[in-house]
Structures are given as structure tokens and as C-alpha cells.
């Protein structure tokens, strides 16, 4: 079995998690949220994020502001609707479940 296939889908399942966390703390352009995600070793690529991104302001989890650029055309800084907020909350509360399982299971 390939070890790098089952961590790809791994990162890919939290990727939603991450964005939201990063975007709980601030607004922000699509390269602030690759950088903090590349700080973290979690690797994204813009063809993978933006898909993401228009995801979740669809569904009325993000919102967006356009804001002149000094290096450029205006960006696109993205940002968590009152509804991010609560899903980011649950979504929270999942992954503390899932980690008391994991150890659980750990130290069994």
C-alpha cells in the first residue's frame, strides 16, 4: 500500500479546516493563506486552493473584499461570514473528538 497516497487524502480532509483557521485570525489574499499553510508543512498550490475557496463562499461560509494593490490590480482578501464561524466551531469540535479517539486507540 502506498503510505504517500493515504497522506495526500489525509491533507487533503483538513485542508478546509486549516483555511478556516487561518481565516478566523484575519482576512486574507489567497498567497497569505498559502504562506501560513507552507509554514505549517502543509503544502497547497493556488489551482488547489482557489477551487476551495469559491467552495466555501458559495456556501456562505466566506465572504470577500476587494482592496487596491500598491504591487498591482486589487486582491481579493477573503474572510469568515457569521455562518464560518459557527461551522469552524463544529468543525472544531469534530477534530477534538477524532483526537480522543485516535489517543483512545493509541494507548489501548
Known amino acids: ?9 489525509m491533507r487533503k480532509g483538513i485542508l478546509e479546516y486549516c483555511t478556516l483557521l487561518i481565516l478566523q485570525k484575519r482576512r ?14 502543509l503544502i497547497v ?4 486552493l482557489y477551487p476551495l475557496l469559491s467552495r466555501l463562499k458559495n456556501s456562505g461560509l ?3 473584499v476587494w482592496e487596491e494593490s500598491t504591487q498591482g490590480p486589487p486582491r481579493k482578501y477573503y474572510e ?4 464560518g464561524a459557527v ?8 477534530w477534538k473528538e477524532l483526537n480522543q ?8
Open 45 to 48: 498550490v493556488e489551482g488547489t
Open 1 to 9: 500500500m502506498n503510505t504517500d497516497n493515504v497522506k495526500s487524502q
Open 80 to 83: 469568515l461570514t457569521p455562518e
Open 62 to 64: 466566506l465572504t470577500y
Open 28 to 41: 486574507a489574499y489567497v498567497s497569505d493563506i498559502i504562506q501560513s499553510l507552507k509554514e505549517a508543512k
Open 87 to 94: 461551522f469552524l466551531n463544529e468543525l472544531d469540535s469534530a
Open 101 to 108: 479517539v485516535i489517543d483512545h486507540i493509541k494507548e489501548q
